[in-house]
């Protein structure tokens, strides 16, 4: 059964880290590149990291310099680590295989990890 697991969220100050971890199962892992994504109240979900399956890596501008995307395939897990958080990182952060899973309804998304940046 393919899924994605989140965690690793939570509620920190400005200028704090965080660790996003995902971890998945049901599909090759290694073989497949990843992405991280997130989506704020009213807004669109965007993509803000990815990491081929070679681990060449790219950051949407906003979060460049601040976030690193990284994998493991012994553990089918991707990490985000997230440095000099600001107030507009706060978002629900999702993983997703590029491309995304797919299921009867549309692409299949996990849970989810809230990232909430308040000082």
């Known amino acids: 059964q393919v899924q994605l697991v989140e965690s690793g969220g939570g509620l920190v100050q400005p200028g704090e880290s965080l660790r996003l971890f995902c971890a998945a199962s049901?599909?090759?892992?290694?073989?497949?590149?990843m992405d991280w994504y997130r989506q704020a109240p009213g807004k669109q979900r965007e993509l803000v990291a990815m990491?081929?399956?070679?681990?060449?890596?790219d950051y949407a501008a906003s979060v460049k310099g601040r976030f690193t995307i990284s994998r493991d395939s012994t553990k089918d897990t991707v990490y985000l680590q997230m440095n000099s958080l600001k107030p507009e990182d706060t978002a629900v952060y999702y993983c997703n295989r590029n491309p995304p899973l797919q299921t009867p309804w549309g692409p299949y998304w996990g849970q989810g990890t809230q990232v909430t940046v308040s000082s």
């Open positions: 049901g599909f090759t892992f290694s073989s497949y590149p």
């Open positions: 990491i081929s399956s070679g681990g060449s890596t």
